[in-house]
Nanobody, 118 residues
Framework: QVQLVESGGGLVQAGGSLRLSCTTS????????MGWYRQAPGKQREVVAE???????TYADFVKGRFTISRNNAENTLYLEMNNLKPEDTAVYYC????????????WGQGTQVTVSS
């Protein structure tokens, strides 16, 4: 079973930046749809950004122009560059993968906490 480990979260002021990393235990980045998801307190988990095998990227409207998803296949690492952070971006951020757009996502890891102060 593939293990996903998120890191890079922290406390940042509004307008600041963070880069999240997701390291995978197997080389799945080039054969899976990879994505970042987040869950704020009291809210459902939501999609932040996804990238398919051909590196086509999709973003939630609330992060367009501020967040960038990327990957390094050689290092088995998925990234999320987050700029101009807002207090409403405060959440636990998770990475995950799926084989097709209609597949279920895999097991969730522990995520990484992002807290944006106003």
């Amino acid at each position: 079973q593939v293990q996903l480990v998120e890191s890079g979260g922290g406390l940042v002021q509004a307008g600041g930046s963070l880069r999240l990393s997701c390291t995978t235990s197997e080389n799945i980045l080039s054969v899976s749809i990879m994505g970042w998801y987040r869950q704020a307190p009291g809210k459902q988990r939501e999609v932040v950004a996804e990238m398919n095998v051909g590196e086509r990227k999709t973003y939630a409207d609330f992060v367009k122009g501020r967040f960038t998803i990327s990957r390094n296949n050689a290092e088995n690492t998925l990234y999320l560059e987050m700029n101009n952070l807002k207090p409403e971006d405060t959440a636990v951020y998770y990475c995950n993968s799926k084989v097709t757009p209609f597949s279920n996502l895999g097991p969730w890891g522990q995520g990484t906490q992002v807290t944006v102060s106003s």
